[in-house]
Every structure is written in structure tokens, then in C-alpha cells.
């Protein structure tokens, strides 16, 4: 009874605990530290019938998503607060944990119950924050989407709208008309008190005026030949850094002229005269300016007129049409953008517009059409006079003409959308594909602008450009030019800070979730700890172990050791200091180490077997070793997979550490250098056999590397097919001696042999004829004897006889 009165209060005094657990989480999800929740809930709420309603302008849906954007980064925060207590929490519970139910379990005792009660308590007030965040993050992702996917619905049924055709006849008066009235209200007349109040406007801005004038048209006429002044004077006598400078020069070419254009149109400004458009009009001059310079640099870069500058190996003439080619585009761009602001500005429809500019349309397509038909032809020439396949395979070409053949794509496709009255559709191909073109010829500008000054910084000048360096800024700066693409191409600014946004919350695996703060910690640390281990291993081999009694091959063993140890510890800690939660993935990880055991078994084997010979050291650096299959030579290096043998041909063989392992191996040099060599010796049949064995007797006690103890020995083996057979064995001090000591030894047995009348046997073989009369030559066959021929012999003068002899 007694047992059950106390398991009934148990019960009871959890039920209050869940209720407390409610009642503080409840109170807690009002606020969240840091964000203002009664804000979030009027924002939220007006997004909402925002999106609801369809009425509602791009402008207020961007602004809305800017807000909601900005509070989903706070409820992301948010989602982390108290998340090591949490964790503390949870592990507690787990250690006490689950509390028993029914009738048969056993009841607790009340010190168990209460301190679960407790942790329960903790654990819901603090995890009552992260949970509302969780909820407001979910909402406000969830607007975020939903904003996103209406503009860009709307963005795609601008591109599918269709207006007037341009290749109307009706249409071109109308058109004509609304052009030239848009342009006469640029001057509107004023009435004449306005008049003088302009006169007085201009009178007291006169000196401003008048300055900014002259000084824009001394920077526009006079900038390109300061800019070569200033280059000159900072260039270095020797030309290095040369390239650097010419792009300094480039720049400033850009910079006068640009500042000389905004001056003039502040001058025209300042005037008073020219109105709300014309004030609109000028206020373009430096924007378009700015474009046709920065064009044309890009142009002159890319496709200079010195062979060696140009970024792009076209033909000179070819390079000579494209500069061509981009300064008409540029121009007339300008008069299109021009034209189109000023009937816009007078409120003009869509027929004006795609009327004045569709020969501009169909200018530019055509220029572009060009480029695009020398881009796709770029390496033809080299192809056909050096290796195609070299010129081919390059990534620059393919990039090159890929680029071409989307250029006369976009070409083609624009001015016969705009024909057929899908004037935004036109401008998504053609504007978009030479913002691309610009983009991309800047890239390799700054690209060989960087390989010039890592060349004038080391002082490899021009070789420097194919230096691997270089290539790699080259890959950042494309990187950093994909988000100028993707506007040009009509991606919102709110599309890219999304995919910031994205990429900085990072992926889930499981539970955990990496972000690029936990790369970044973890490639630190790994680092640095790859970096302790490197230097923990040159003082130990450099400082400490030299001065101990361990051998070489030790020394290395330990060194070894070191390395394998220390760079797992490093990747131990990165994982750890990333804060990187593995459990999650030990079941993936199980099932993928199947698969990866049975396919890597062999690089395992190596693996493990490189670690038993590091141990173990049945070889070491230094050993003279025989391996399977004949392999012979000294032990260079003991790597993780393999160890490297450096033969006496001085050539290299790479051995499994697996071999070596479970192989036979042959270790001439093991702990000592001793080591046994045998010479044979073969004297001629009626040789005094004693005399012989005496006399390499003091031929081998005279060699200087033979062993006193063990004595040298001599030993008469046998009689041969052609002589008796001797043989000298004899122990060495170093067995690396050997080759040296035989080679030794046969000069003194050919020297003493030679003295005492020993003869040194060559091989003789005996041959018997069954049928010998077989070999008789039958007697020749008679025969006639030639008549002699009788040539006479006539006198020669001695003018004849002169030139028979020539």
C-alpha cells in the first residue's frame, strides 16, 4: 500500500512538472532576446496579405522581402542560444533515463524523480527560445519563398509580353511623331521672367561654370598624353614591371576623359538652361560615357595591336575588326539609349520605343554576328600550321569559341524576336550577351594584369603569365565575375544575397549542420596542426634523436610514427573544434567502409603493412635487401604504401609494403655489416691440389676486409667437366665491400698463378667422326684450258698516249 501511495505521487508530481514545463515555456516564447516579436508579427502579417493580393507592386514586394530577410537572420541566431547547455541537459536526462511505467516496473526513488523533474524544468525553459525561433525562421523562409517565386513568375511574363512590330509600315509615322516631339520639348520656352532669373542664375555661376568647362576639355583633349608622362616618369629604367605600367596607362586613358565628362555635364548643369529633361539627359553623359570608354579599354586589351599584348592570338586583322566592331557597338548603344530615354521621358508607349530602337537592334545583332563568326575561328590558323590537337584541347579556345557560337545565337535570335514584336524578349538576349562579353574580357585583363606583377615582383617578367599563380587569380577572379553575370542576366541583387545568405547557414547532414565558419575552424586548425607535427618531426630528427644510441632506421621508424600520430590528432581536433557531429553519419559511414573496404583493400593492406615495417623494422632505411623476384638494392625510403628501392644500376623500384611483408626478403645488412663472400677457383687437371689450396690460402688472409676470426677458408669442391674446382670463402667486416673485394681478389689469383705456372683451364671438347671418309673431297672435274687471246698492241704518239692516260 505503502508503494503504491508513493508511485501515485511520483505520477502527481510529474504531471505538475509538465505543467510548470508548459506554463514557463509559454511565458518564454513571448520575446526572443534581441528581436523585437511584435514587429515581426505586424511585418509578417503584412507580407502576407501582400502576397495574397495581386495587385502589389515589385517595389513594396523587394522591400518586404529585405525585412523579412533581415529577421530571418535573427531567428537563425536565435535558433542557437543556450545550445551547449541544451546539449547538457539532454545528456543528464539521458543518464538518469526513461521514467518507469506500469505496474510491474519498480518504482524510483524520489531523489531520481526530483532531479528529473528539475532537469525537464531547465530543459523546457531554455528550449522554449530556440523552439519560437525555429517556428518564426520557418514563417519567415517560408515568405521569403513565396516573394521570390511571384517575381519571378512576373519576370518571365514580361519576357513573353508581345507589342507592335517594328516592321510595320503603318506603325513608323507614329512613331516618327512621337520622336520629334519628344524632342522639341527639350527646350520649351520659358516666359521672360524666368528668363532673367536663369541670366542671374548663370551670371553668379559664370566662374564655376567656366572652370568646369575648360577643365573637362583639358582632361578629355590632353588626359591620354598626361597619362603616358606620369607612366613614364614611374616606370623603372630597366623596363621591369612593364606590363604593369601599360595597364596603369591604360587606366588613366579611362580616368581623365571620364572625369572631363562629368565636369561638362555639371557645367551644363549648373547653366540652369536646360530643364528637367535636358538636366535628365546630361546627367546620362558620364554613365554612357563611362560605358563607351570601359568598352573600348576591354576591346583594346583583349585584342591589342601588339602581338604580345593581346589576350586573344588573333590575326592583326582580325584583332583590328574587332576593336572596330566593339566601338560600334558601343556608339550605338549610346544613340539607342539616348533615344529611348527621351520618349520615354515624354511619356511615349511601347510602339515608339521598339520602332527607334529596332535599327539599332539590328546594327548591333549584326556587329555581334561578326565578333561571334572570328570568335568561333579563333585557333583555326595555328591549328592547320602546328598541332591541332594542342590548340584544340586548350581551355582558352574552347571558352573562346563556345563564346562565339553563343554570341551568334544571341545575334540571330534578338532582332528576330523584336520582329516579331517581343521587344523585352530582344533585349534579354542582346543586352545581356555584350555585358557578358565585357565581363569576361575584363576577367582575362585583370588576369594577365595580376601575371604581370607577380612577374615584376619575383622578376620572371613575361614568363611569369604562365606560371601556375597567375592561373589560380585568374579562377578567383572568374569566380568573383559570376555574380555580374548572373545580373547581367537579369538576377535580382535579392537573388544573390539569398544564395549568401544560403551558403553562410551552410547544408544539415543528419543533425549537424556545417557551415563555412566550421571549414574555415577546421581548416585552421588542421593546419596548424599539421604544421606543429611537420616542425615536432625536424626537431626530432635534426636535434634529438642524433644524439641518442638508436640507429638510422629507428630514427626514422620514430619519425615516421610522429607524422602518422600527429596528423590524426589534427584532423581529431579540427573535427572537434568545428563543433562537426559525426554520430549522425556512423551508419553511412558503416555501409560506405564496406564498400570502400573491399575496394581500397589493397591500398589498406600497403597501408597497414607500411605501419607493421615501422614497428617491426625487419628493413630500414640504408639496408642492403633481396626481394621476390630478384630485385636487389638499398632501401631509400619506407612510405605509407610502398617503399622505394634504389638498385645498383641506380634506378628506382617501387615495392609494395604488402610484398615485403608477407614475401620473402633478403637483408644483407641487418643489425651488422658482416657478411660471407664465396669466389670460385678452377685450376687445370695435374695440379698440385695442396700447393693450390696454400696459395689462396695467403691470398685470402691477405685480403685487408676479410675477417681474422672467422679464418678465411679454402675448400676443394669437386672436379669439373674441364678443370678442379676451388672455391675461397670469406667473412667481411662490410658486406657493401663485396664486389670490390672479388674484383681484388681475382687480380691477385691471376697475378699468383701466373708467377707460380699454374694454369687457369679453359673449356675443351673432343669430337668423334663415325664416318670420317665422308669428308674426302672428290677430285675436280678436268677441264679445257682457255685459249690465250692475242691483243695487239698499236704504237700511240704521245698526244694519245696522254690522253688515255687522262
Known amino acids: 500500500m505503502i508503494l503504491r501511495v508513493k508511485f501515485a505521487l511520483t505520477h502527481l508530481a510529474a504531471l505538475v512538472g509538465l505543467l510548470l514545463v508548459l506554463f514557463v515555456g509559454a511565458l518564454s516564447a513571448e520575446e526572443l532576446p534581441g528581436v523585437d516579436m511584435a514587429e515581426w508579427q505586424s511585418l509578417s502579417s503584412r507580407a502576407e496579405d501582400a502576397v495574397d493580393a495581386e495587385d502589389t507592386s515589385d517595389d513594396v514586394l523587394e522591400e518586404l522581402r529585405g525585412q523579412l530577410a533581415t529577421y530571418r537572420e535573427q531567428f537563425n541566431e536565435a535558433r542557437g542560444v543556450n545550445a551547449t547547455r541544451i546539449v547538457s541537459l539532454r545528456d543528464q536526462l539521458a543518464v538518469l533515463g526513461i521514467s518507469p511505467t506500469g505496474d510491474d516496473a519498480a518504482p524510483e526513488a524520489a531523489e531520481v524523480v526530483a ?79 524666368q528668363m532673367e532669373r536663369r541670366d542671374e542664375l548663370l551670371l553668379s555661376n559664370l566662374p564655376k561654370i567656366l572652370f568646369a568647362t575648360l577643365g573637362g576639355l583639358i582632361l578629355i583633349f590632353r588626359g591620354r598624353r598626361w597619362s603616358k608622362m606620369i607612366v613614364g616618369q614611374l616606370s623603372t629604367a630597366d623596363g621591369r614591371g612593364y606590363g604593369v605600367w601599360r595597364f596603369v596607362v591604360s587606366l588613366l586613358r579611362i580616368v581623365f576623359p571620364l572625369a572631363g565628362l562629368w565636369l561638362l555635364a555639371y557645367a551644363a548643369r549648373t547653366t540652369g538652361y536646360l530643364g528637367d529633361r535636358g538636366d535628365a539627359l546630361v546627367t546620362l553623359i558620364p554613365t554612357l560615357g563611362g560605358a563607351m570608354l570601359g568598352f573600348r579599354w576591354v576591346s583594346e586589351q583583349v585584342f591589342a595591336r601588339e602581338d604580345d599584348a593581346a589576350l586573344i592570338a588573333l590575326s592583326a586583322q582580325d584583332r583590328g575588326e574587332m576593336r572596330f566592331l566593339v566601338s560600334g557597338i558601343t556608339l550605338f548603344i549610346i544613340i539607342n539609349t539616348l533615344l529611348v530615354r527621351i520618349v520615354t521621358l515624354d511619356g511615349a508607349g511601347s510602339l515608339a520605343i521598339t520602332v527607334v530602337s529596332f535599327p539599332f537592334t539590328v546594327l548591333i545583332s549584326y556587329a555581334l554576328y561578326r565578333m561571334g563568326r572570328i570568335l568561333r575561328h579563333f585557333g583555326a590558323e595555328v591549328a592547320v600550321q602546328e598541332d591541332d590537337e594542342v590548340t584544340r584541347a586548350s581551355t582558352l579556345g574552347r571558352l573562346v569559341r563556345s563564346l562565339g557560337s553563343a554570341t551568334i545565337l544571341a545575334a540571330i535570335s534578338a532582332p528576330l524576336l523584336q520582329a516579331a514584336g517581343m521587344y523585352n524578349a530582344s533585349e534579354f538576349f542582346l543586352s545581356p550577351t555584350v555585358l557578358s562579353l565585357v565581363i569576361l574580357g575584363l576577367v582575362l585583363a585583370l588576369q594577365r594584369f595580376s601575371a604581370d606583377v607577380y612577374g615584376a615582383i619575383t622578376g620572371q617578367g613575361a614568363a611569369a603569365r604562365e606560371a601556375l599563380l597567375p592561373i589560380f587569380f585568374g579562377l578567383i577572379l572568374l569566380l568573383l565575375a559570376l555574380p555580374m553575370l548572373a545580373l547581367a542576366w537579369g538576377a535580382r541583387v535579392s537573388d544573390l544575397t539569398e544564395v549568401w545568405a544560403a551558403f553562410r547557414r551552410g547544408f544539415a547532414i543528419g543533425d549537424s549542420r556545417i557551415s563555412p565558419t566550421d571549414f574555415i575552424t577546421f581548416a585552421l586548425i588542421f593546419t596548424f596542426g599539421y604544421l606543429a607535427t611537420r616542425l615536432a618531426q625536424g626537431a626530432l630528427k635534426t636535434n634529438v634523436l642524433p644524439k641518442t644510441k638508436i640507429d638510422k632506421g629507428g630514427q626514422n621508424a620514430i619519425v615516421s610514427g610522429l607524422g602518422y600520430v600527429g596528423i590524426f590528432l589534427a584532423a581529431l581536433a579540427a573535427i572537434t573544434g568545428a563543433g562537426i557531429d559525426l554520430s549522425s553519419l556512423a551508419i553511412v559511414a558503416g555501409a560506405l567502409s564496406v564498400g570502400i573496404g573491399f575496394g581500397l583493400q589493397n591500398i589498406v593492406s600497403n597501408f597497414v603493412s607500411g605501419i607493421i ?32 628501392i634504389e638498385t645498383f644500376d641506380r634506378t628506382d623500384v617501387i615495392v609494395p609494403n604488402a610484398d615485403l611483408v608477407s614475401g620473402t626478403v633478403t637483408n644483407y645488412t641487418r643489425g651488422n655489416t658482416l657478411g660471407r663472400v664465396i669466389i670460385p677457383v678452377g685450376v687445370a687437371y695435374g695440379t698440385d691440389t695442396k700447393r693450390v689450396d696454400g696459395i689462396l690460402r695467403e691470398i685470402a688472409e691477405a685480403q685487408p676486409m676479410a675477417l681474422a676470426n672467422p679464418a678465411p677458408n679454402v675448400l676443394f669442391i669437386g672436379f669439373g667437366a674441364s678443370s678442379m674446382d676451388f672455391e675461397i670463402r670469406m667473412f667481411l667486416r662490410d658486406v657493401n665491400w663485396m664486389m670490390a673485394v672479388k674484383s681484388d681478389v681475382n687480380h691477385a689469383i691471376a697475378e699468383r698463378f701466373a708467377k707460380e705456372g699454374i694454369e687457369i683451364p679453359f673449356a675443351q671438347q673432343d669430337i668423334w667422326l663415325r664416318n670420317p671418309e665422308a669428308l674426302q673431297a672428290a677430285p675436280p672435274p678436268k677441264s679445257r684450258a682457255p685459249k690465250a687471246k692475242v691483243i695487239k698492241e698499236t704504237p700511240h704518239d704521245d698526244a694519245s698516249k696522254g690522253e688515255g692516260d687522262r
Not at 128 to 156: M, T
Not at 163 to 186: C, D, F, I, Q
Not at 615 to 628: C, L, Q
Request: charged content about 25%; proline content about 5%.
Open 613 to 644: 615495417l615501422l614497428i617491426e623494422r625487419p628493413i630500414s632505411e640504408g639496408d642492403w635487401i633481396e626481394v621476390s623476384g630478384g630485385q636487389m638494392g638499398y632501401v631509400r625510403d619506407i612510405s605509407v604504401r610502398s617503399t622505394r
Open 115 to 193: 532531479k528529473r523533474k528539475e532537469i525537464e524544468t531547465q530543459l523546457a525553459t531554455l528550449s522554449a527560445p530556440v523552439q519560437v525561433a525555429d517556428s518564426a525562421y520557418a514563417r519567415a523562409d517560408g515568405l521569403v519563398g513565396e516573394i521570390d517565386k511571384i517575381l519571378r513568375n512576373r519576370q518571365a511574363k514580361e519576357l513573353l509580353v508581345v507589342v507592335e512590330t517594328p516592321l510595320n509600315p503603318v506603325h513608323w509615322p507614329v512613331a516618327y511623331e512621337g520622336l520629334r516631339t519628344a524632342v522639341s520639348k527639350l527646350w520649351n520656352p520659358v516666359s521672360s521672367e
